[in-house]
């Protein structure tokens, strides 16, 4: 069935490093692609997204590009902070109305 | 205000129980939605409903029964709850569905079945 793959964390960076997280998905079609983030103790919110292929989500300095050849969505960015360390969730989404989540990233980053 | 609301945050009850949880969302949305988030973080989704009616109903016991009472509404009731119901479940709620709309989310419900 269509789903979602991300890399296993945690991810572990010092602040102001460069982040990836990994995503591809499955899909028979071309699904709508969302990145969540998950603060400790709270709901999820959209971070970014990107509905059709080689569109670019970006938010907050976070950055992911729709790759139809790769069926991939990698999540990026320059420059992490501390405020960042979150659980981040990738999510695909097409017309049979689902938001199917990958497993989830625990990214931790440190002073 | 909060868009999505959901109560209470934490709930911690005994097996065999019977529980609630309320969701209420003030976005003029007409899709609902109730996922399940295990200990690891994995989300799914467990209910869907547009305008009242039950569109989604993944592989979900049958001890747990949604209720719409109106579209700014879906309660999710609970029946002799078994520790493996332990989890935070999120209420989520989203405009039509239109794929390249996203869901907003609660800030999610902890039951603990003890």
């Known amino acids: 069935g269509d789903s979602v793959t991300q890399m296993e964390g945690p991810v572990t960076l010092s602040e102001e490093a460069f982040l990836t997280i990994n995503c591809t998905y499955t899909a028979t079609g071309y699904p709508s692609l969302f990145w969540y983030v998950q603060y400790p103790g709270e709901g999820l919110q959209l971070l970014l997204k990107a509905t059709k292929a080689d569109d670019k989500g970006s938010n907050k300095g976070f950055e992911a590009t729709y790759r139809k050849e790769t069926t991939s969505f990698h999540l990026e960015k320059g420059s992490v902070q501390v405020s960042d360390s979150a659980v981040y969730f990738c999510?695909?989404?097409?017309?049979?109305?689902?938001?199917?989540f990958g497993t989830g990233t625990r990214l931790q980053v440190f002073p | 205000d909060t868009a999505v609301s959901q109560t209470p945050k934490y709930l911690v009850t005994q097996m065999g129980n019977d529980k609630s949880i309320k969701c209420e969302q003030n976005l003029g949305h007409d899709t609902m939605y109730w996922y399940k988030q295990d200990s690891k973080k994995f989300l799914k989704i467990m209910f869907s409903y547009n305008n009242k009616e039950l569109i989604i109903n993944e592989t979900v016991p049958n001890r747990f029964s949604p209720k719409s009472p109106d579209k700014a509404h879906l309660n999710l009731h609970i029946n002799s709850l078994e520790l493996g119901d332990s989890a935070v479940y999120f209420c989520?709620?989203?405009?039509?569905?239109?794929?390249?709309?996203?869901?907003?989310f609660g800030q999610g419900t902890r039951l603990t079945v003890v």
């Open positions: 989520a709620s989203s405009q039509g569905t239109d794929p390249n709309t996203e869901a907003f």
């Open positions: 999510a695909r989404r097409d017309n049979t109305d689902k938001l199917i």
